[in-house]
């Protein structure tokens, strides 16, 4: 029972870990409550981050196929709404495709 507790422990942070790198690679945002009172607080803010989110496509200049080594890529994102905050990464690396 004891080992099944401590493996169930790791396989949770080792997810959480892979949780917080996916968040701080899309610039997104992990929450943690640790009560149920926190959890309905912040489900709050989830639905605001929701319904501001946005859809962006990029185009590069160079196709990916044309890319012979890894390369990084520097993006702007902007928005013709007044007052709106991006929050966006502002590079992307980029390696060849396989062949």
Request: glycine residues 2%; positive net charge.
């Amino acid at each position: 029972m004891l080992k099944k507790l401590r493996e169930r422990k790791k396989d949770l942070q080792t997810s959480e870990k892979a949780l917080s790198d996916l968040a701080e690679n899309t610039n997104g945002e992990i929450f943690l409550p640790e009560t149920r009172e926190e959890m309905l607080e912040k489900s709050a803010l989830v639905a605001r981050i929701i319904d501001s989110s946005y859809v962006v496509t990029y185009v590069p200049k160079r196709a990916l196929s044309e890319v012979e080594k890894a390369e990084e890529r520097n993006i702007e994102v902007s928005s013709r709404r007044a007052g709106l905050i991006v929050q966006a990464k502002r590079k992307l690396i980029v390696e060849p495709e396989n062949r």
